[in-house]
């Protein structure tokens, strides 16, 4: 079965950091809208400039929560998702991976920033922080709780 160009709507696009996916979007000569999130469950399907839609990222950058539209050539209606963190179960914990390398130089921003506090807490230089910070790499990719 096919539909007509411009006919589907609600598709979504799911990145790690939706500022910056916007950025590159619009450095594409995408019209996307200015990040969102919704002030009433639903907004983010409603029509862009509804009042039920909030300016600016989702409070406390919560995932799954802060939003983005465009239109691809064909008309389709898109929704840019910002997912930070997924619930256990929703990623292969056995595979990690990046989807590209600005995905990774961020994970590893996170990574030297939680490792940071774990040092501080212990009081102590951890001389195996490249294997702290692959798993807390995997586990922040696979929903899990980090290492402490």
């Known amino acids: 079965m096919s539909t007509a160009p411009g006919s ?33 469950p639903g ?9 039920d839609r909030v300016a600016g990222r989702a409070p406390n950058h919560a995932s799954y929560s802060s939003f983005a539209t465009f239109s691809d050539p ?9 997912v930070t963190n997924r619930p256990p179960g929703r990623v ?5 991976s990046f989807s590209s390398v600005s995905d990774l130089a961020n994970a590893l921003r996170r990574a030297a ?10 009081r102590e230089s951890d001389l195996n922080w490249a294997a702290w910070y692959a798993k807390h790499m995997e586990r922040e990719q696979s929903g899990e ?3 402490q």
């Open 43 to 51: 907004a983010q399907f409603q029509v862009d400039g509804t009042s």
């Open 145 to 147: 709780k980090p290492p």
């Open 92 to 96: 292969d914990s056995g595979t990690t």
């Open 8 to 40: 589907s709507r609600g598709l979504y696009l799911t990145v790690p950091d939706i500022e910056a996916a916007r950025r590159e979007l619009i450095a594409r000569g995408v019209d996307v809208s200015e990040v969102f999130h919704p002030g009433k």
């Open 74 to 82: 064909d008309g389709n209606g898109w929704l840019l998702q910002e």
């Open 113 to 122: 920033a939680a490792h940071g506090v774990f040092e501080r807490r212990h």
